[in-house]
């Protein structure tokens, strides 16, 4: 192959001993297209995991729930699971929609009651609490979201009215069950969907407040490998058995992962276009060569070369503009990307975003695909080329010299 190789590199110059514009152009393009993909595939990633990060902080990655409605002897499947290698962490939980009320604000969130100690271990709330309130006082605590303290206009320190539409029946019917908290906290995950609408309290408060008695709404789990949670979900549904059931953090964000995977697979082929439009200046550009080297070609063939060499060194052409296209655009996308990372050149608004800047995730299979594609994009366009360079007859090209 080294004399393919030697030739092509020798029809890819120009008369004056460097790289010809035709070629410089299939370069350029080449890697534009791969410098785009990789930018935009690992902004797409970023965002992924900055949201993978911010559901598990508030959600654990696995919850074990009863179909009948609660779960009365807890403990002893708490004991069950504790044996579980897999396992690192467990949590009990109660959880139920309210109405919190202040003033003349009034907004409808999930409550969820739980053992401090324990749930440090398994979701990551407390290391977001970013205001506190620590003076001692009768009423109950309550932790509530950033976004929900600014609707209902509240700081640490104040009292809400914390109210359960599921009351006691009276002479004019059903009364709402209401009682008063403090707010001791103030956490912000960097979601709406939890910073405006989850509320922590203590597990044995909400057992009261929804009346539970003893019994709890889930065992919430963290597992040691979040990408086996669907395997190790469905083992315990199997060994737990009866009315029981896990639910992991996939299934219940299953929606929202499939639009990004969707979203990261539909980018992935719309910037390929760009790789595929520059394979077109490679096929115009062969073409333009094999019409300028027919001579050359035909004293190759008088001289002993077959069509199959022939082929080689235009297929040879291609690759080396692929080849190089590809790794100028690696390099210039992976640069950008750090560049984006570190320094903040693209500045997004935090209160849509939940973000000050765009979050770039590298990953090693992302850069595998986008360069094998573009090189194989690369070599199909030699296909033609190669294939009319090889047809040609010497016998009339050699006629008349």
Request: charged residues 20%; positive net charge; contains cysteine.
């Amino acid at each position: 192959m080294r004399l393919p190789l030697f030739i092509a590199v020798k029809y890819l110059k120009s008369k004056k001993r460097g790289i010809s514009f035709g070629t410089f152009v299939s370069i350029s393009g080449v890697s534009l297209g791969v410098m785009a993909l990789i930018i935009v595939i690992s902004v797409i990633s970023g965002f992924h995991e900055d949201l993978q990060k911010k559901i598990l902080g508030a959600q654990a990655h696995a919850v074990v729930l009863n179909y009948m409605g609660g779960i009365e002897d807890y403990s002893s499947i708490i004991k069950n699971l504790a044996n579980k290698e897999e396992i690192i962490g467990y949590s009990p939980f109660v959880m139920g929609q309210v109405l919190i009320s202040t003033n003349k604000r009034s907004h409808g969130v999930y409550l969820r009651g739980i053992i401090p100690e324990y749930d440090q271990k398994t979701t990551e709330i407390f290391k977001h609490i970013k205001y506190k309130y620590e003076n001692y006082t009768e009423l109950p605590w309550i932790f509530i979201g950033k976004e929900l303290a600014n609707s209902l206009g509240v700081l640490p320190g104040d009292t809400i009215t914390v109210i359960s539409p599921m009351g006691t029946i009276g002479p004019l019917g059903i009364i709402p069950k209401a009682k008063k908290f403090i707010i001791t906290g103030i956490f912000e995950i960097g979601m709406f969907e939890y910073d405006a609408n989850l509320a922590i309290t203590e597990l044995r408060i909400a057992q009261e407040f929804f009346d539970y008695g003893q019994k709890v709404t889930g065992i919430q789990l963290k597992l040691k490998n979040i990408y086996k949670a669907d395997i190790i979900s469905e083992n315990l549904t199997k060994e737990l058995g009866g009315h029981y059931y896990v639910k992991d953090w996939m299934r219940m964000n299953r929606n929202l992962f499939s639009a990004l995977k969707l979203e990261k697979f539909a980018m992935f082929v719309i910037l390929t276009l760009i790789v595929i439009v520059a394979s077109f200046n490679i096929i115009s550009m062969l073409m333009v060569n094999v019409t300028e080297k027919q001579r050359e070609i035909a004293i190759l063939k008088s001289m002993g070369a077959t069509d199959k060499l022939i082929r080689y060194i235009f297929m040879s052409q291609g690759l080396l503009i692929g080849f190089i296209g590809t790794f100028v655009g690696l390099l210039g996308g992976l640069l950008l990307c750090e560049v984006i990372k570190s320094y903040d050149i693209i500045k997004l608004p935090a209160d849509v975003y939940y973000l000050s800047k765009l979050p770039v995730k590298v990953k090693l299979l992302d850069i595998i695909i986008i360069s094998v594609s573009a090189l194989i994009i690369s070599l199909i366009s030699t296909v033609y080329p190669a294939h009319r360079a090889a047809k040609i007859n010497p016998i009339e090209i050699l006629r008349y010299e």
